[in-house]
């Protein structure tokens, strides 16, 4: 099975409540040695314009924003498709969101 990548966009069973929805995958690579677990943040369309939302323009997705309170780790088998992959600009505005969130300094400046 492959595993997720990083900067990865995936459509992820968030379950029956949060449904079918993409996420973009934030956690390390998987190796054989580690647990088979992928750290993921949701997008969604119903913004709210939080500190913690990272707008993130991106042809593979509909307008709104990756969630960093979303944050949830799940088992690889949960992410149904690939959508894409970001890139690191991309990425950024999604790190400092989970730095805020989880009040972790900010690297990037923010």
Avoid: N
Avoid at 12 to 36: E, F, H, N, W
Avoid at 44 to 58: F, G, I, N
Avoid at 87 to 100: D, G, H, R, Y
């Amino acid at each position: 099975m492959r595993y997720p990548e990083r900067g990865e966009v995936w459509l992820v069973d968030l379950g029956l409540t949060a449904k079918i929805r993409p996420c973009v995958v934030v956690s390390a690579q998987v190796t054989d040695g580690d647990r088979a677990l992928i750290t993921v943040i949701p997008h969604t369309t119903s913004t709210r314009q939080t500190l913690y939302e990272a707008v993130v323009p991106a042809r593979l997705l509909k307008e709104g924003a990756f969630d960093a309170q979303g944050l949830v780790t799940i088992p690889p088998v949960r992410a149904v498709r690939l959508l894409g992959s970001l890139s690191l600009a991309q990425m950024a505005p999604i790190e400092i969101a989970i730095c805020k969130w989880l009040g972790l300094p900010c690297e990037r400046g923010a």
